[in-house]
C-alpha cells in the first residue's frame, strides 16, 4: 500500500524526447501520463497540428505507454489472437502478465 502511494504521490518525470518537445511546445500545455510530462497541444490553438495530421505527418510521443512481459506456456497462443484481434484468449492460470 504504501509502495502504491509513493508512486502515485511521485512527480512526472520528462520522456526521452522531452526537451526537444519543451523546445516546440509554444503552449507550455503539458499533462500528466502514467508518470510522465507529456505534450496536450504544441501551439495556443490545434489548427496546424489538426492539419499536420489530416494531411500531412505527425509524431506523437507515447513513450508513457505501458509495456508488457507475457509469460508462460500459453504466452504465443494469447500474443497470437491479440494481434489478429481475436476474441478468445489463454486462461490466467497458465501464464503471468507483469509490466516491464
Not at 499533462?31 to 496546424?48: D, K, L, P, Q
Not at 489538426?50 to 509524431?59: E, G, T
Not at 509495456?67 to 481475436?86: F, I, M, P
Amino acid at each position: 500500500m504504501l509502495c502504491e502511494r509513493a508512486e502515485r504521490d511521485a512527480l512526472p518525470i520528462g520522456t526521452a524526447v522531452h526537451e526537444r518537445t519543451l523546445e516546440l511546445c509554444q503552449s507550455l500545455n503539458y499533462r500528466e501520463w502514467s508518470g510522465f510530462y507529456a505534450v496536450s497541444a504544441y501551439e495556443t490553438h490545434h489548427e496546424h497540428e489538426y492539419n499536420a495530421i489530416r494531411n500531412a505527418s505527425a509524431l506523437i510521443d507515447i513513450s508513457p505507454l505501458y509495456k508488457y512481459l507475457v509469460t508462460g506456456k500459453d504466452a504465443t497462443r494469447l500474443e497470437s489472437s491479440t494481434a489478429a484481434g481475436a476474441t478468445n484468449s489463454a486462461t490466467s492460470s497458465t501464464m503471468a502478465l507483469s509490466r516491464a
